[in-house]
């Protein structure tokens, strides 16, 4: 066994822990290691019995005089224990734990950390942690204490015993980073920064672990981009021959003009197909930037050259939109559009194929599959493409994302891909008046709703709460009963529909497609329903417990209208009291920018809250932050420096290598 050993492997015990561990992100045995605490409980302090004081938090080490289970009623338990160490004697209790009693026994040497209370009188120590003492070691207690993240059936104090196992075993943790890296940066050593993060003697040691951890974290991360990368440009292409006359005939057509943020980009990409090396471009814009048109044109490149390109999106919905603006744009061009949806049969006559990602794998025969378009997603990764090369295609890659974040960041988390951004909106554009809505003011709210409906017509969409991640019943039952609510008692004279993940997509699609119609006034919808969804005649977002979301989400969600020259409004409803809350909300009032809003999250909220788990679970980073620049900037000349001469440091490479296997999506 060594430390790249699956945990799977180890054991029998440990392969029943397997599958529960993944979930931690811990695959192989040197994992255990790289499970960072996320706190300390300082139970450093031991004292003699005789010496404690009410309100202490302290350990206490001795002999078990007396420990026994009492039953009390509706199946409670309480276990009571006695420890002595010749200075004293005292009383400690925990509360249905009926298995302690069998753990520790009279006689048993324990050490006990935990709070003093005073009780009747006497002193007493209840629900401590607590561990029988071997050789005059502890491990959960008298010393400072890691906290683990914890999954079902994943104890933290489990995870401490694994990792104080795994350090015991394999005490010489050789450094995989050259000495010279390590002095320039001031850095410590990979054995000390290890042992102190999980087992510090002092919170000074586990900062200092900390900067180590972080820097290998970040460092890591560009290295594995690096890596990447190169791997991308060893395949060669044919270059694409760009007639530019005939693309610029096609923006001629268009109904407006384009920002020069969408002709840079066309630039950008043009110029990629146009080498001999595959594109893998990641095209950032804020939501209503106009990506689908770049897109749009980048597909007719393809065709021009004679390739058939994979249009795809998220959602059945989204992709059955895309769908409808690609054919009103490139049929009269004699290009041929097909949607396929789940239940479409086997067609093989088609330039362009939109549908969601089972397109590529499924059902679909490219004859000559030449670029392959990515709406709202991050990443297509590496292993994908590898799929399609084995079944001898090499498309130019296209991804397309409005999630806003800072630029620094985008290139540490993409660092693989290049990065097009559009970061002007098209002309002509009206912000959207933005008011956050106390329950004082809610009935005022739907009143002006009703009025602003039944006079000018607008359309409007209401967001139910946030209240799972993903898009389960409780979500789906609260939006449900909140259409009733509102259909009942609050707009009884106006057509409300409801749209939810759980309908069938034929379903969606009626729903969306009498919304487009205006034949339903308000769309109550959950919230992680649909995020590309282009309905440009509504006017009117309401998203209510606003104070769920992320201001990148808001804004997501809020980019849903205003995508006509009309007047459109977004309606924060919340009840919260909190001033910081009401303060962060409303700079939703003030900043129209998608990442500058995320740029602010990021200090409100810390990295965590707008990447979050659902749609970047990937880049979950254990020790550094995406917030912290001078670290993204100190890290990545660091790598470009090792990068070229990574040959040197076998070690090195193998963490790599081991790290690209790991961070793959799906
Ligand atoms: P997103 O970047 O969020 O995907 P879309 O591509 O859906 O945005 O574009 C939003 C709307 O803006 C669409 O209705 C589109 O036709 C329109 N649009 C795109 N580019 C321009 C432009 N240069 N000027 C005016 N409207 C534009
Ligand atoms: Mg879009």
């Known amino acids: 066994m060594d430390l790249n050993t699956p945990v799977g492997l180890v054991s029998r015990s440990y392969k029943m822990y397997a599958g529960r561990l993944s979930k931690l992100g811990i695959f192989t045995i040197y994992d255990f290691l790289l499970h960072i605490p996320f706190r300390y409980e300082d139970y450093s302090l031991i004292s003699k019995i005789g010496q404690v004081q009410a ?12 420990i026994e289970n009492r039953y009390l009623r509706r199946w409670k338990t309480l276990q009571k224990a006695q420890v002595t160490d010749g200075t004293g004697t005292l009383d400690v209790i925990w509360f249905n734990q009926p298995y302690i009693p069998k753990a520790i026994k009279v006689g048993d040497e324990v050490s006990l950390s935990g709070k003093i209370e005073l009780d009747k009188n006497k002193l007493i120590m209840k629900s401590p942690d607590y561990e029988l003492v071997v050789d005059n070691e502890t491990i959960h207690t008298g010393r400072i204490v890691p906290i683990y993240p914890e999954t079902k059936g994943i104890s933290s104090k489990w995870l401490r015993r694994q990792v104080y196992k795994v350090l015991d075993q394999f005490k010489d943790l050789q450094d995989y980073l050259p000495k010279e890296t390590l002095r320039k940066n001031n850095l410590g050593d990979l054995s000390y920064a290890i042992n102190s993060i999980h087992f510090p003697k002092s919170m000074q040691e586990v900062e200092r672990a900390k900067e180590r951890l972080s820097f290998d974290e970040m460092l890591k991360l560009h290295l594995l981009s690096l890596k990447r990368k190169k791997e991308w440009k060893k395949d060669k292409v044919n270059p694409w021959k760009i007639d530019k006359n005939k693309i610029n005939e096609l923006i001629k057509i268009l109904p407006f003009e384009l920002t020069d943020a969408q002709k840079n980009a066309v630039e950008e990409i043009l110029r990629d197909l146009s080498s001999n090396l595959p594109m893998n471009r990641l095209l950032e814009g804020d939501v209503g930037s106009g990506k689908t048109i770049v897109a749009a044109i980048t597909t007719y490149a393809s065709f021009l050259n004679g390739f058939q390109t994979a249009f795809m999106a998220p959602t059945e919905i989204l992709s059955s939109q895309h769908f409808q603006t690609l054919d009103n744009l490139l049929s009269p061009l ?48 590496v292993e994908q493409r590898a799929k399609l090369r084995l079944k001898g295609k090499n498309p130019h890659i296209l991804t397309m994302t409005a999630t806003p974040i800072p630029r620094t960041v985008a290139l540490t988390m993409y660092g693989d891909l290049d990065l097009s951004i559009l970061d002007k909106m098209p002309k002509g554009r009206i912000n959207i008046k933005t008011w956050l809505v106390p329950p004082s003011k809610r009935e005022g709210a739907y009143k002006w709703i009703k009025e602003k409906i039944e006079r000018e017509k607008d359309q409007v969409f209401i967001v139910c709460p946030f209240i799972e991640e993903s898009e389960n019943m409780i979500t789906v039952k609260a939006a449900k009963k909140e259409f009733e609510r509102l259909s009942k008692e609050v707009f009884p004279n106006l057509k409300l529909g409801l749209l939810h993940g759980k309908l069938k997509s034929g379903e969606k699609n009626d729903v969306l497609n009498d919304f487009k119609n205006k034949k339903i006034d308000i769309l109550v919808s959950t919230p992680v329903v649909e995020v590309g969804i282009d309905v440009p005649a509504a006017t009117i977002m309401l998203i209510e417990e606003a104070e769920r979301f992320g201001l990148a989400q808001l804004h997501q969600l809020r980019g849903r209208v205003g995508r006509s020259s009309r007047q459109s409004y977004c309606l924060l409803f919340t009840s919260s009291n909190n001033p910081l809350t009401l303060r962060r909300l409303k700079s939703m009032e003030k900043i129209y920018s998608g990442p500058e809003l995320a740029e602010l999250d990021l200090k409100l909220r810390g990295p965590g809250q707008i990447y979050g788990t659902t749609q970047h679970g990937t880049f979950q980073l254990k020790v550094a932050s995406f917030s912290d620049i001078e670290l993204i900037a100190k890290t990545k000349k660091e790598a470009e420096i090792l990068f070229e001469k990574l040959h040197k440091y076998p070690k090195l490479t193998e963490q790599i290598t081991l790290g690209d296997k790991k961070v793959s999506p799906d």
Do not use: C, M, N, P
């Open 55 to 66: 309100e202490e938090l302290i350990t206490v080490k001795g002999k078990i005089e007396k």
């Open 334 to 381: 004699e290009i041929k559009v097909k949607l396929f949806t789940s239940g479409s049969k086997k067609i093989d006559d088609f330039d362009v194929a939109v549908g969601t990602h089972a397109l590529i794998y499924k059902k679909v025969q490219f004859k000559k599959l030449g670029l392959v378009v990515i709406d709202e997603q991050q990443r297509f990764g």
